[in-house]
């Protein structure tokens, strides 16, 4: 299902909703720009929450923002291991649902 090429669709969704898209572009860079949290930092978040809810384009896209706003090869897979650590953590205290009292 993964295709790279799908994201040239996006020009397609912005002329078909035009203000919808245009909201959505805005807010977008409103949300990644520097503020109290620095670009780099909030690329590095933007790849923790991708690899949590699995979306390849979002991991492909922000990875590589990441590198242009300096983070290293080595934040970058820490980045990762945090989101992976989370969602096995996600997995051990739901465990405790099938435990009886």
Aim: glycine share 2%; proline share 3%; net charge positive.
């Amino acid at each position: 299902m993964y295709n790279k090429n799908n994201l040239a669709k996006l020009k397609k969704m912005d002329s078909l909703t035009p203000e919808v898209m245009k909201a959505f572009w805005a807010f977008d860079k409103a949300a990644m720009a520097a503020g109290a949290i620095p670009v780099k930092y909030k690329e590095l978040i933007a790849v923790a929450v991708a690899h949590t809810t699995q979306c390849p384009y979002c991991i492909d896209v922000h990875a590589a923002n990441a590198r242009r706003a300096g983070a290293s090869e080595t934040e970058l897979v820490e980045t990762a291991m945090v989101a992976a650590a989370l969602r096995a953590g996600a997995a051990v205290t739901h465990a405790t649902h099938t435990l009886s009292d």
